[in-house]
């Protein structure tokens, strides 16, 4: 079973531990509520934790295999489109996952898009407010 399948049956099991083998130390995941990349394993975890709990009926629906340029350099890197289907908030969400991987295999880079913008807005304050939950980021504050 390749990486990108690894990847998938670990988010149907809710399998922390699998996901955690799959990512390398340094791996880097854009959000698409956020502009700058949450950075390393141990943050990325903490919101795959959020994640996990935050999506309802979650459910990968296709993928695509290629290669693409990562957003670190210019180097092209093996990667896998997975198309998903899910609810946060109450919206149906459309979106994809779309991973990059190193040379042994692991996942370096992840993004995620997601559709339409109410879903993205409900996404970002459920995701929110778990970050805030699990103690990974601050509170906001409000002027």
């Known amino acids: 079973?390749?990486?990108?399948?690894?990847?998938?049956?670990?988010?149907?099991?809710?399998?922390?531990?699998?996901?955690?083998?799959?990512?390398?130390?340094?791996?880097?995941?854009?959000?698409?509520?956020?502009?700058?990349?949450?950075?390393?394993?141990?943050?990325?975890?903490?919101?795959?934790?959020v994640l996990l709990r935050t999506f309802e009926d979650f459910r990968y629906i296709g993928d695509h295999v290629g290669t693409a340029q990562t957003s670190t350099d210019a180097s092209t890197a093996p990667s896998t489109v997975l198309l998903f289907r899910a609810k946060a908030g109450g919206k149906e969400i459309h979106g994809i996952d779309l991973l990059h991987f190193d040379d042994d295999g692991r996942i370096k880079e992840f993004t995620v898009?997601?559709?339409?913008?109410?879903?993205?807005?409900?996404?970002?304050?459920?995701?929110?407010?778990?970050?805030?939950?699990?103690?990974?980021?601050?509170?906001p504050t409000h002027p």
């Not at 898009?113 to 980021?137: K, Y």
Request: charged share 20%; aromatic share 10%.
């Open 1 to 49: 079973m390749n990486a990108a399948a690894r990847f998938r049956a670990a988010v149907d099991n809710q399998d922390l531990a699998a996901l955690d083998d799959l990512f390398t130390d340094d791996i880097r995941f854009y959000s698409p509520v956020k502009f700058t990349p949450f950075e390393g394993k141990p943050m990325v975890m903490g919101l795959f934790g």
């Open 113 to 139: 898009m997601v559709r339409p913008q109410s879903a993205v807005h409900a996404l970002s304050e459920a995701v929110l407010a778990g970050l805030v939950a699990d103690g990974l980021v601050p509170a």
